[in-house]
């Protein structure tokens, strides 16, 4: 049995989990979840998510793991070559304070459902939804850039010459960056780490629109 992955093709966790089960080579049943329509919020998704989130990845033994980053650990922990994370614990809290900064400081407050949110009940519009996602990338890819461009442990990846934990969330918000029009020129560091993400067909083949239910 295959494992099966509920998923939508612009969710950058959805995103950020694809990249990391290509670098692992984990095959997987591709389960579209489309959330603009709501089919997130069916009874027959709850089954299978109390939270009513994607991603979701149900194993062969019909356990469903939850969150992104918690996936993530449990594919490293469980398919130990090409590891996401590096051996050496300091090494390793860097790599997972870059990638928490994007899944959790950008992520968290720039969601479809908080977007929906602010122009359901503040009535934000397409400006104000804008205006909203790009101060919240800006406010933490300002600090990031400057950690990434003077660390000597960053490579042609986050961290060092392999890529992994930190660039899978990384090369997802950048997709999420260019549907909001995010000026990108500040970043060049950034910039170029997506790029070398990107010629590698384990990320490129994660892209949104290279997913079943693009459109």
Not at 48 to 72: H, K, Y
Not at 85 to 99: D, F, G, N, Q, S
Not at 131 to 158: K, R
Not at 190 to 205: C, G
């Amino acid at each position: 049995m295959t494992l099966k992955l509920y998923n939508y093709f612009r969710s950058s966790t959805s995103t950020r989990l694809r990249a990391a089960l290509n670098l692992k080579g984990v095959a997987y049943d591709y389960i579209g979840v489309h959330l603009p329509t709501g089919a997130h919020r069916t009874e027959e998704y709850a089954g299978v998510n109390r939270q009513e989130l994607v991603p979701a990845l149900e194993l062969e033994d019909g356990t469903v793991l939850t969150q992104s980053l918690a996936i993530m650990e449990w594919l490293d922990e469980t398919h130990p070559e090409r590891p996401l994370l590096p051996a050496e614990p300091k090494a390793r809290a860097r790599v997972r304070a870059l990638a928490q900064m994007v899944a959790l400081e950008i992520h968290p407050i720039n969601n479809l459902r908080v977007l929906t949110f602010l122009d359901a009940e503040f009535g934000a519009g397409d400006a104000g939804r804008k205006a909203w996602f790009n101060h919240w990338v800006h406010t933490t890819f300002q600090p990031l850039e400057a950690m990434l461009a003077h660390s000597p442990d960053t490579g042609t990846f986050c961290h060092g010459d392999t890529p992994g934990y930190a660039d899978c969330c990384l090369y997802a918000q950048m997709w999420n960056n260019r549907r909001f029009e995010v000026d990108m020129t500040p970043y060049p560091t950034i910039r170029r780490i997506f790029d070398a993400l990107d010629a590698l067909p384990e990320f490129a083949s994660a892209a949104p629109s290279q997913q079943p239910d693009a459109g």
